[in-house]
């Protein structure tokens, strides 16, 4: 502020965005959930022009630009991990008491790593390349946290 | 043949940490009011100002629309009135565009962001992120640039002692400018001291809170001469998007910037890297600038850590502003580029005016990670 800033009359007021929102996940994305949900399976699609398998699943392959609503497979729920972040800001949107791990996870059968919470194991200790598996959760949150959250498991 | 366009004129106010006893507004019209005094225009309908390109974000605003809330303040009363909700730099490359198709001759710009008025800047760009897949998970633009930092770091042997050194400089270079956020000197080790906040990212890798509001006058060649006599020509602008799921993207080397910069330079005539005297680029974090450095040609991919060691900020003058890692708002880091490369151009950066210099690239960014880049080439 400059030092001659006259702040007379000058207040502030609290205010708040709080909007309740029901989404559509789109065909591809709720079948991915309902999948997840009901069947415990993580499912991806696989653009044959290109030959990738992209988790999240998507309607279009944004290089190709085909079709791939069809073009279901299903992906391992084990995986490993390429990359990784620890939270240690505290925030209200954030699903954990921080510290906790964000970590990249490359499911088996896919091409495109997720993001995902790592639990199980002390923060300093994950290493990229280590291996991992799904923990499905109890209740359902119908998104990706219908996967818990990932753990070690031996490779 | 599309007509040249120049920045005329521009006016700022202080970066600063939290200007609550200012609305944006109040903050727009000190930027208005000094582009009013330093260059005589109107706003009559057949010689002055007829249309107007505001750069905000609804969420930071906490109100949709939000340029309607400012309009009167910014001459837009009947007049044409568009908005850009990604980094202002394209506003600067959607007014350019403007005066470039004959649309317009003159066109008013002025962004503002007030990072300030929510609880949670990391709440807000959480809301970046879509609802089933990423949202839920709490990734925000910090967690994602902890991300990208490890991702890149590793990539390009980057250490911690070169995001240290790239912060150091940073604030260094940054309290030769008056108008940016007033931040204490660090040292290197303050650096390294500082709590990480998304490993590996510390607290001062990353650009602190900040308040700012900014305005420019952009004009065809043929009527520059009634605004200024130091006219700072927008030569070539390119953008590019990448993918937007995290997983879909390298963010060890962005391939957007890579076309969003070949785009630009070919518009400004076939140059490259090589012809451009002052690089300033959008980095949110310290480990970005030479990730951007790479990105825009300046340094081969992987090399970041080569480049530091071996001065390459300094000798290619990079970021001499301080860069966005000093501090200005999101949504304004890459109009902030091209503010500071305008008083480059012009001779009118005092302390840190580069000298003999003809061409500047500007850098701006959108998204979690770099997914969405603008690249502008400026000259004088
Ligand atoms: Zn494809």
Redesign the pocket.
């Given at each position: 502020m400059q030092s001659d800033f006259d702040t007379s009359d000058c207040y502030t007021i609290e205010g708040k965005l709080a909007l309740p929102y029901t989404y559509f996940a789109g065909r591809v994305g709720s079948r991915f959930i309902t999948t997840l949900r009901d069947q415990h399976k993580i499912m991806g699609v696989r653009?044959a022009?290109?030959d990738?398998v992209f988790v999240p699943p998507r309607q279009t392959?944004e290089?190709?630009l085909?079709d791939l609503t069809d073009s279901w497979c299903e992906v391992g729920s084990r995986g490993r991990v390429v990359n990784f972040t620890v939270v240690r800001y505290p925030d209200r949107h954030l699903p954990r008491p921080v510290p906790f791990v964000l970590a990249m996870i490359l499911l088996e059968g896919a091409d495109t790593p997720i993001v995902h919470l790592l639990e199980g194991i002390p923060p300093e200790q994950v290493a990229v390349d280590m291996a991992v598996e799904a923990v499905f959760a109890e209740t359902t949150t119908n998104t990706i946290r219908d996967i818990d959250h990932f753990k070690p498991c031996d490779a | 043949m599309a007509r040249r366009v120049a920045i005329c004129a521009a006016a700022q106010i202080r970066n600063e940490a939290n200007i609550w006893y200012q609305r944006f507004q109040g903050m727009l019209l000190e930027c208005f009011e000094s582009l009013v005094d330093q260059t005589g225009l109107t706003f009559d309908m057949e010689t002055g100002v007829r249309n107007v390109v505001t750069c905000s974000d609804d969420v930071f605003d906490a109100r949709t629309i939000s340029d309607n809330g400012m309009t009167d303040v910014v001459g837009a009363h009947y007049r044409g009135e568009e908005k850009m909700a990604q980094d202002g730099l394209n506003g600067l490359g959607y007014a350019m565009a403007a005066i470039m198709s004959g649309h317009d001759d003159l066109v008013l710009l002025l962004g503002h962001c007030k990072e300030s008025q929510s609880e949670s800047r990391h709440m807000c760009t959480n809301l970046a992120f879509e609802p089933f897949f990423t949202r839920p998970l709490g990734l925000d633009f910090l967690s994602a640039g902890g991300l990208q930092a490890r991702a890149y770091m590793t990539r390009a042997g980057l250490t911690e002692d070169h995001l240290a050194e790239v912060v150091v400089r940073s604030r260094r270079l940054a309290a030769a400018n008056p108008f940016a956020r007033e931040n204490a000197a660090v040292t290197h080790q303050a650096v390294a001291a500082s709590p990480l906040l998304a490993d590996p990212l510390r607290e001062l890798h990353y650009y602190p809170v900040t308040d700012w509001a900014v305005g420019m006058l952009l004009c065809c060649e043929e009527r520059a001469h009634e605004f200024t006599d130091k006219p700072v020509w927008l030569t070539g602008f390119g953008s590019s998007m990448d993918s937007y799921y995290l997983g879909e993207r390298d963010l060890a080397f962005s391939t957007a910037l890579q076309q969003a910069s070949q785009r630009a330079f070919k518009m400004a005539g076939g140059v490259d890297a090589r012809d451009v005297g002052l690089f300033e680029l959008n980095d949110a974090a310290a480990y970005q600038m030479p990730l951007w450095a790479e990105g825009v040609g300046l340094v081969p991919p992987g090399d970041g850590a080569r480049w530091l060691d071996a001065d390459g900020p300094d000798r290619h003058q990079v970021n001499r502003s301080g860069g966005m890692l000093n501090g200005n708002p999101l949504m304004l880091g890459g109009l902030a580029r091209a503010l500071e490369a305008f008083y480059q151009l012009r001779g009118e950066a005092g302390d840190r005016q580069v000298d003999g210099l003809e061409r500047a690239l500007a850098h701006g960014t959108t998204g979690p990670a770099g997914q969405h880049h603008a690249v502008l080439i400026m000259e004088n």
């Open positions: 653009c022009a290109c990738t392959c290089r190709c085909g | -």
